[in-house]
């Protein structure tokens, strides 16, 4: 049975010049089938080696933490130029109703402390990959969100995105990752880096004067009104207000 089925690949490959080989066979001399024998043996250890080549290149990235199609964790891998033979590490935030491999997810490498995480969505098998840092640029990851918020194809999912933004603005406010950032950044390293999610939180809230404001901006921007100028708006808040800002849209 197995020695059919090389046979049979080996004819879809080769086609009618094995079939012609093989009538040969049948007519040669002992002498001859040895000679014969041999290179259909070549011919089958190079068409398994073929095989177990592309079996080698399709194997699924090592991704620890969520488990996504083959399919899909190469085009993470590849949306933030990183190598699959590297190991990544990605948190779930928030994910969809219909599956727990889509929503919005936090991409690392492994083994790297100075690798910052970076923030990516998937839809409908799309990868949307972020290209401002958290912990650098809390307004610039923002800004992005409301752009992508203003699709058609997330209408029906921006509480739960706004949810993961928000929960990995938290998570990444007051980190630097040993870069080279301002002095307000690393006095806020040693206020608030290494203290728990739910300190991080109180501490950004506390830093809130108008609330108000925020409650307001959701209103605009559920408004659906197409001339905002979402950088303008993003533009004249805090790092604070923006983060606060996903929360209340969260809501």
């Not at 590490?89 to 727990?100: D, G, M, P, Y």
């Not at 929503?103 to 690392?108: E, H, I, K």
């Not at 659906?224 to 207000?241: A, M, N, R, Y």
């Amino acid at each position: 049975m197995f020695l059919l089925l090389l046979l049979s690949l080996v004819e879809v490959v080769y086609g009618q010049g094995f079939r012609n080989l093989c009538a040969t066979l049948l007519v040669k001399s002992n002498s001859n089938l040895k000679m014969e024998y041999s290179k259909i043996n070549k011919t089958i250890f190079a068409l398994f080696l073929s095989f177990f080549c592309l079996s080698i290149s399709a194997k699924t990235p090592d991704i620890r933490g969520v488990k996504f199609s083959s399919s899909i964790a190469n085009k993470i891998y590849k949306s933030f130029g990183e190598s699959t033979k590297c190991v990544a590490i990605v948190r779930s935030l928030a994910t969809f109703e219909r599956t727990k491999s889509e929503g919005v997810f936090a991409f690392r490498l492994a083994f790297q402390p100075h690798y910052p995480s970076k923030l990516f969505l998937v839809h409908n098998n799309i990868v949307f990959p972020y290209k401002t840092l958290g912990y650098a640029d809390p307004r610039g990851v923002v800004l992005e969100t409301l752009n992508l918020l203003g699709l058609e194809i997330f209408e029906g999912e921006k509480k739960i995105i706004s949810k993961g933004v928000y929960k990995f603005l938290v998570m990444e406010y007051g980190d630097t990752y040993g870069g080279i950032v301002s002095k307000e950044k690393l006095k806020l390293e040693s206020i608030i880096s290494y203290k728990p999610y739910e300190e991080k939180e109180k501490y950004i809230s506390s830093q809130i004067e108008n609330e108000g404001k925020l409650k307001e901006i959701v209103d605009l921007l559920n408004s659906k009104d197409q001339k905002l100028d979402l950088s303008t708006i993003v533009g004249k808040l805090s790092d604070e207000e923006c983060i606060v800002l996903m929360k209340f849209l969260s809501e």
